[in-house]
T-cell receptor, first 117, second 111 residues
Framework: GAVVSQHPSWVICKSGTSVKIECRSL??????MFWYRQFPKQSLMLMAT?????????EQGVEKDKFLINHASLTLSTLTVTSAHPEDSSFYIC?????????????FGSGTRLTVV | TQLLEQSPQFLSIQEGENLTVYCNSS?????LQWYRQEPGEGPVLLVT?????EVKKLKRLTFQFGDARKDSSLHITAAQPGDTGLYLC???????????FGTGTRLKVLA
């Protein structure tokens, strides 16, 4: 089945630094990927839609200058949290869909736990 | 703004009991999915329903999509400790392929 690999699994960074999270579709091409944020014991909040070869589409209230998304190839999307602050600490998850199958479901990465100190 | 409300938010039951989780919205969705998520991991797809009134079964799990495609339910028969987790419904589909997640139901099944 479709596999989405997300790295790193966890990262601790200092306030003011930037962190890059990678999301790769391993055995299928993903023209569209999605980035979510999840706070402890809460549901997933869609942050943005990452489109291969074009600008990402951000959800209302999400700062695009703070959460930079790049989807340079059909198998890789990256999310960079710029000038991170403690309030950016969260669980970030990406997802993609293999349109080569009839399964409507999305495959999720294993998530990245970001802690900003 | 599309919202998906799940109920109950939390559920703690004994092994062997049955339970139903509800997912409701005022919006119509092209399709609705159910996921289960374990701590520290990404959600795993359980089922996708696309037709109003559709019922799908996955072993002890029964999923139903409302006739108007605004709501869905997940019924678990004879729950087991392995069913413990966060259950999420997600509605969406259509041209954007974007899915919005429900508020989540945290289930704990006690042995």
């Amino acid at each position: 089945g479709a596999v989405v690999s997300q790295h790193p699994s966890w990262v601790i960074c200092k306030s003011g630094t930037s962190v890059k999270i990678e999301c790769r579709s391993l055995d299928f091409q993903a023209t569209t990927m999605f980035w979510y944020r999840q706070f402890p014991k809460q549901s997933l909040m869609l942050m943005a839609t990452s489109n291969e070869g074009s600008k990402a589409t951000y959800e209302q209230g999400v700062e695009k200058d703070k959460f930079l998304i790049n989807h340079a190839s059909l198998t890789l999307s990256t999310l960079t949290v710029t000038s991170a602050h403690p309030e950016d600490s969260s669980f970030y998850i990406c997802s993609a869909r293999d349109f080569g199958t009839e399964n409507y479901g999305y495959t999720f990465g294993s998530g990245t736990r970001l802690t900003v100190v | 703004t599309q919202l998906l409300e799940q109920s109950p938010q939390f559920l703690s039951i004994q092994e062997g009991e049955n339970l139903t989780v509800y997912c409701n919205s005022s919006s119509v969705f092209s399709s609705l999915q159910w996921y289960r998520q374990e701590p520290g991991e990404g959600p795993v797809l359980l089922v996708t329903v696309v037709t109003g009134g559709e019922v799908k079964k996955l072993k002890r799990l029964t999923f139903q999509f409302g006739d108007a495609r605004k709501d869905s339910s997940l019924h678990i028969t004879a729950a087991q400790p392995g069913d413990t987790g966060l259950y999420l419904c997600a509605g969406g589909g259509g041209g954007t392929y974007k899915y919005i997640f429900g508020t989540g139901t945290r289930l704990k099944v006690l042995a």
